[in-house]
């Protein structure tokens, strides 16, 4: 729910790209034998502790200043933004609780794992909603919390995702901080400073899960896995290509080329997970861009469906063809060759 300072309120219409709240099996997580990678779970644990950005989430005088100057296009680009960074930290901030609390008794180490992670998504809702009270907006975050559906994803496949979206996370940050950071005249707004240790915490929440992933052997060493790092793969990079399309406006604000910040962002996040899944895409396959962007115009057709004032069955109809052309391609995508990592943990004992 986004509230305005005048009391109107509106809630943002969901779609499959939006950004979704989650629950899972907390009593097999409690379970989880962790042992065999207990070493490196408590390093990362014994970080999260130190708590290196707690005093690196404070506004400081910049923000003071008005953003009246901003024309009504470019306020509603980054209230889209932050308000959708937002609910993604958010998300993130209620599944980390509600781990970690039905954590505490059983498996007190990733208890209190989850709980310094809760921390950190906390800190950064926190702080993206205080920058929307600068363009007048507020994210009614009880709201979501009562409102919100949650879906339900088994423990393993927690792993998997979240791994994925904490260090996807970590290279969009740090690519955008790079880049503003030998091009200042682009950076139009303050948060962006904050980037740099921001991608920190991302990254160490993904060692975190990689240490987890780690010691479950049979989500990395197994056939089925494979098949399901491919997938989740496939899936984090699918939806941030077709999410960033619909927000092209918001990159060339900020001096980005937008399809070249996704592919760059898309090959790193892959390079980095090669070091801990027992499979990795080809990105650099002729047809790996071509397919992403076969889904893309699929997915931008769906959407001019969306606004035509047909009715549901005229428009169901139209967009069968599209969703063909979504599938086939998602499909062809999955079938292309896969690059095998061959890590030690990986391996059968």
Known sequence: MVTKTNNNSSQ???SLLTPRFYTTDFKEMSELDVSSNVDEIEAIVKEFRIDYNRDHFIRDKEF???WNSFDNSTCDIFIEFLERSCTAEFSGFLLYKEISRNLKKQNPLLAEGFSFMSRDEAR???FLNKAMSDFNVSLDLGFLTKNRRYTFFAPKFIFYATYLSEKIGYWRYITIYRHLEK???FCVYPIFRFFESWCQDENRHGDFFAAILKSQKPLLNTYESRLLC?????SVFVTMYLNDIQRKDFYSTIGLERKQFDIHVIRKTNQSVGTVFPVILDTDHIEFVPLLDRCAEA??????IEKEENRRAVQFLQKIPQYVKMASNLLHLYLLPVINTKYVWTEKI
Not at 230 to 234: I, S
Not at 299 to 304: N, R, T
């Open 124 to 126: 950064h809702a926190g």
């Open 299 to 304: 997915h931008q057709a769906l959407i001019g």
């Open 183 to 185: 091009n200042p005249n």
């Open 12 to 14: 943002k219409k969901e």
């Open 230 to 234: 491919k997938f989740f793969l496939l």
């Open 64 to 66: 003071t200043q008005g």
